[in-house]
């Protein structure tokens, strides 16, 4: 029992250096738009209809005619002058926040 506990605190414990060094506060299982609200909103607006950023839907907004595949490059290896975010986020969350994105634009 004893050791179970000390186990499940290890976890815990190693858990957190991971958090630490890279990664980022984004949960893993986090939605596409809990991602996009944490990391992406300040550029694109929480409407995504740009500001610093450009816009991804509505009026100008070019990803609309682009495949998944150019959304997950640009947010992969970041696009002009967009960071990029391989290292901020998994695979997965940069789908899912590509997704959110084409939900938004209707497709
Ligand atoms: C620091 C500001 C900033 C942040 C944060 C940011 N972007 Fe961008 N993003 C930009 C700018 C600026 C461009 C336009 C890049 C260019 O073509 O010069 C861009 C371009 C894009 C494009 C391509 C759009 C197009 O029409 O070609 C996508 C998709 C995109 N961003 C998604 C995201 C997502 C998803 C996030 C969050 C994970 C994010 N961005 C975070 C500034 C930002």
Redesign the pocket.
């Known amino acids: 029992m004893r050791k179970r506990i000390l186990g499940a605190a290890a976890a815990v414990a190693l858990a957190a250096v991971m958090a630490a060094c890279g990664g980022s506060d984004v949960p893993e299982d986090a939605t596409g738009q809990e991602?996009?609200v944490q990391?992406?909103a300040?550029?694109?607006g929480s409407d995504l209809r740009g500001g610093?950023?450009?816009?991804?839907v509505g009026e100008g907004?070019?990803?609309i005619d682009?495949p998944e595949s150019?959304?997950v490059q640009?947010?992969y290896a970041g696009?002009?002058?967009?960071?990029a975010?391989r290292r901020?986020?998994s695979d997965d969350q940069?789908l899912r926040?590509?997704q959110?994105?084409m939900r938004q634009q209707g497709r």
Not at 79 to 83: F, L, Q
């Open positions: 991602i996009y990391l992406c300040r550029c694109h610093t950023g450009v816009a991804l907004a070019e990803s682009k150019y959304l640009s947010i696009i002009g002058r967009m960071p975010f901020t986020l940069i926040v590509a959110y994105i």
